[in-house]
């Protein structure tokens, strides 16, 4: 099996540090890097994968290496199809690179998603796959690791949280048949296709350090929801306001814009299960009628406070992208929220005057 871990910003070098010490060295784990300066330093026979945990750095070798460059084309020789592809590179740039890689990508691929945000998946699907019967395997998953990156392929892992992570349902295939008790036999007959989605789901849930689970599709899409809530309103506002995670809810005025983030989230959601609601009775399937309390305003409310509380010590990664001089996430957290609005005709103003104030302070250089 050959595995690329596409992205080595935190999550990248986490998850591509576990893979190599966890699976049989059978195995490749190909990094992707973004240019070749990157992959040239990496190439050196001294260079590794650090993890640092408690002031403890374990050193990883055994990868290949291989150059990315979203503006560029991958070079011919890198021509041999890709197995399973574990997508770590930020939202705004997951379209470009895999249409980049689409010459290596065939329908016994595994794609898995590991980014912060949501409409990714539907990005892809719009842009490039739109083809069901040529298209990969999909794999999300939603994080709630905190990592940092020290220095290039040095990542600190700074908080220990989870991954979740559920298989998109195709035509023909329900993954989530016997859920909750999944196993692998779940993923249908061994064929070349369903082995690259077998081997990638029994990888990653074997990394036990990372806390992965393999869940239902829709608990995944359940915790994708609060989770982009969660950075609806503390991506932003530690953005505007150059502070720590723990610093935006513990004045009256940051709560007050949580309360109202929650509350479009939770109106949007509500519209969105009605119009679920009535396409699976014209279809007659069966679906839950009732909606979850978990998109609730007051648990959504909830989940912000307690993530700002577990991550009050960490920056941000929108405001870490602003001091950097990088594009944000922003378009995959409220402008998702805000996209969703615009579908099922719910007022979004406080999410998308969020969105306006996140470009503003990345058109106006300010030194932080
Ligand atoms: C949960 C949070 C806000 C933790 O920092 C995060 O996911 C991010 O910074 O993008």
Redesign the pocket.
């Known amino acids: 099996m050959r595995f690329h871990v596409l992205g080595l910003g935190p999550i990248g070098c986490l998850l591509a540090h576990h893979l190599r010490q966890t699976v049989s060295n059978h195995h490749s784990i190909t990094l992707v890097h973004k240019s070749t300066k990157y992959a040239a330093n990496a190439v050196n026979p001294s260079s590794r994968v650090l993890l640092e945990r408690n002031s403890i750095v374990v050193p990883q070798s055994g990868f290949q290496h291989e150059t990315f460059d979203h503006k560029v084309e991958p070079t011919t020789s890198k021509t041999t199809p890709i197995e399973s592809l574990i997508v770590c590179v930020k939202a705004h740039h997951t379209v470009n690179t895999i249409r980049a890689l689409l010459p290596r990508l065939t329908p016994d691929t595994t794609i898995v998603l590991m980014q912060?945000g949501m409409g990714i998946y539907e990005a892809l699907i719009r842009e490039i796959f739109r083809n069901p019967d040529r298209r990969p395997h999909f794999v999300v998953a939603s994080?709630?690791h905190?990592a940092f990156l020290k220095d290039y392929m040095h990542v600190v892992h700074a908080g220990v949280g989870g991954i979740q992570l559920g298989v998109v349902p195709e035509h023909g295939a329900d993954f989530e048949a016997s859920y909750p008790h999944m196993s692998l036999a779940d993923l249908g007959e061994r064929t070349p296709r369903s082995d690259t989605l077998r081997h990638t789901v029994a990888a990653l849930t074997g990394l036990a350090a990372l806390n992965v689970d393999w869940q239902s599709f829709y608990t995944i899409q359940m915790a994708l929801r609060r989770?982009v809530v969660?950075?609806a309103v503390?991506?932003p506002l530690?953005a505007l306001m150059d502070c720590k995670?723990g610093a935006v809810l513990a004045h009256p005025s940051g709560r007050a814009i949580c309360e109202r983030v929650c509350l479009e989230a939770a109106n949007v959601f509500r519209a969105q299960h009605a119009a679920d609601l009535r396409d699976v009775r014209a279809s007659s399937r069966e679906h839950n009628t009732t909606f979850p309390f978990q998109l609730t305003k007051d648990a959504l409310v909830q989940e912000v406070e307690r993530?700002?509380q577990v991550?009050a010590n960490?920056?941000?990664?929108?405001?870490?992208d602003i001091k950097r001089g990088r594009t944000t996430?922003i378009g995959f957290m409220n402008g998702y929220l805000c996209d969703l609005g615009k579908r099922h005709n719910v007022q979004m103003p406080t999410n998308s005057l969020l969105m306006r104030l996140i470009d503003l302070r990345t058109r106006i250089p300010v030194h932080l």
């Not at 960490?314 to 870490?320: G, T």
């Open positions: 912060n994080i709630t905190g989770k969660v950075n503390v991506n530690t995670n993530v700002a991550t960490n920056y941000s990664s929108m405001l870490m996430e």
